[in-house]
């Protein structure tokens, strides 16, 4: 029988794995498998999402860095270049 086990990865999350003892039929393989994919495709998403929040934030911090430099080359007296 295959049995769920919580474990600790890398990075101190926890995540479920497998005990990986041999399918006994074609049922238990099949089931192992699709809780395998289910399991790489949570990991994928939940990647993907870390990264898009990432690209997000830095976009941000772009734009507020360029205002303040705009803002400085104002008070300066520089003309800036309009884009």
Do not use: H, W
């Not at 809780?35 to 690209?55: A, C, G, P, Y």
């Amino acid at each position: 029988m295959i049995d769920d086990k919580v474990e600790m990865n890398n990075d101190g999350e926890s995540y479920s794995s497998l005990n990986t003892s041999d399918p006994k039929n074609v049922q238990e393989l099949t089931q192992y498998v699709q809780s395998l994919l289910q399991t790489i495709q949570d990991k994928f998403q939940n990647m993907s999402d870390q990264i898009l929040t990432r690209i997000d934030e830095m976009g941000n911090r772009i734009d507020d860095l360029e205002k303040n430099i705009g803002d400085l080359m104002t008070q300066a007296g520089v003309e800036g270049t309009d884009k």
